[in-house]
């Protein structure tokens, strides 16, 4: 198993592989029994990476290869994070993973590890500092949260980052209802949330997603799908939408009752969104390969949704790769893209019709920033109102704005 989970962290961190992805088509390969610690210790290493290599530095000053680091690293992480697995089982299974490069290497596993079991962890006496290793988000992170939501706010947001998140589904109500999908034991309810939790195996697995009565989203997610407000019989436009998740939730509140072009620039993720309506017996949603900065050749919609790519520091908790490969500079070239394709949608919005803005992210400038520029050139755009959800141990964080578009008036 721990072989596996090897494997499954060098192709996240080395390849850059997406671990949902990666779990998604691989678990399987796992014996059923040994999936949750499988999946446990995966995710819980790179959601703690950064975390492990501050350890690892602190009693290894010899440079090691990036397939040693993570090893080491996996390693790390069960000896700090899983109390219910004996230290000298994990340091075992180490050396015998290690000792398949040679004896040298598993020697060399085995005296850092030793050490590290002996000897405490010193941590940096700079709180930014401190809680970034502890969280294992990036520094300059902080300091931009610091900055535009305050400390506390910032500390809650990067300790939300280490939850292990439930698994929320929503169920199709064209082919089931909320009494009878309940009837189901890996079905729960969780107070104070819109969504109903899924706790059996593999959900892609299970007959309930594949005979299409539920879908995961998480809550966040599924509050921007209601936000839009969408009504049985009209046009609607969303601008990114692969796999089509939040398509399908204004489907369903739709009836299946009206039409919605749903959009990607990669063909590929085109046919997820084809795929996801097949499942769920959709036919109002139109996967359609096309560039969202170039839509001329669409016509006028109802509402539109633009949840633009985005650097995504709301999701960390969700989806923790993001933690691995993420860099400052990733803004500088999303935030004019968010903007085209804001520009672009805005021309494609009927009189008195809504648009929504929307990123999985914690940051101002991809956000509220935005928005306010967008009205700025448009003074034919009102704010209706703007939302943000801060991720915490329930929820991912997301940020929303619906603007209404006001019919022009012209002097006589």
Request: glycine fraction near 4%.
């Amino acid at each position: 198993m721990r072989n596996w989970v090897y494997r499954a962290l060098c192709a996240v961190i080395i390849d850059q592989t997406y671990s949902n992805l990666y779990l998604k088509k691989h678990l399987q390969e796992v014996d059923e029994k040994d999936q949750a610690l499988a999946t446990k210790i995966f995710y819980g290493t790179i959601q703690n990476y950064r975390y492990c290599q501050y350890v690892l530095q602190q009693f290894c000053t010899k440079k090691t290869s990036r397939s040693l680091e993570i090893l080491l690293c996996m390693s790390i992480y069960q000896l700090k994070f899983l109390d219910k697995v004996p230290s000298y089982a994990i340091v075992n299974e180490a050396v015998l993973l290690a000792k398949k490069k040679s004896q040298k290497q598993a020697n060399f596993v085995n005296a850092i590890l030793h050490k590290i079991l002996k000897e405490e962890v010193q941590m940096p006496t700079d709180p930014i500092e401190a809680l970034s290793i502890e969280t294992s988000v990036q520094p300059w992170l902080l300091s931009m949260w610091k900055a535009q939501y305050g400390y506390d706010l910032m500390e809650s947001m990067a300790r939300s980052t280490l939850q292990t998140m439930p698994i929320y589904v929503r169920f199709n109500p064209l082919k089931i209802n909320e009494q009878a999908i309940l009837k189901n034991e890996e079905i729960s309810q969780m107070d104070g949330q819109d969504l109903l939790v899924y706790q059996g195996a593999s959900i892609f697995d299970c007959d309930l997603y594949k005979k299409g009565l539920i879908s995961v989203q998480d809550d966040g997610s599924y509050q921007i799908s209601r936000f839009m407000n969408c009504q049985p019989g009209e046009h609607i436009l969303d601008c990114c939408s692969a796999p089509g998740t939040k398509a399908m939730a204004m489907a369903e509140q739709m009836h299946d009752q009206g039409h919605i072009d749903c959009l990607d620039i990669h063909a590929h993720r085109v046919e997820l969104i084809k795929n996801d309506a097949k499942r769920l017996g959709i036919t109002i949603c139109h996967g359609l390969c096309k560039d969202a900065t170039k839509l001329e050749d669409l016509g006028l919609y109802d509402r539109i949704l633009c949840d633009v790519p985005c650097s995504g520091y709301g999701i960390m908790a969700r989806k923790p790769d993001i933690k691995l490969h993420m860099n400052s500079q990733d803004m500088d070239s999303l935030i004019p893209l968010q903007a085209a394709i804001l520009e672009s949608s805005s021309h494609h919005l009927k009189e008195n019709g809504t648009l929504v803005y929307s990123t999985c992210t914690m940051n101002k400038k991809e956000n509220e920033k935005q928005v306010e520029a967008f009205l700025k050139r448009h003074p034919e755009f009102t704010c209706d109102e703007m939302k943000t959800i801060t991720p915490n141990h329930h929820h991912d964080g997301f940020f929303m704005a619906r603007m209404i578009k006001q019919g022009v008036h012209h002097d006589l």
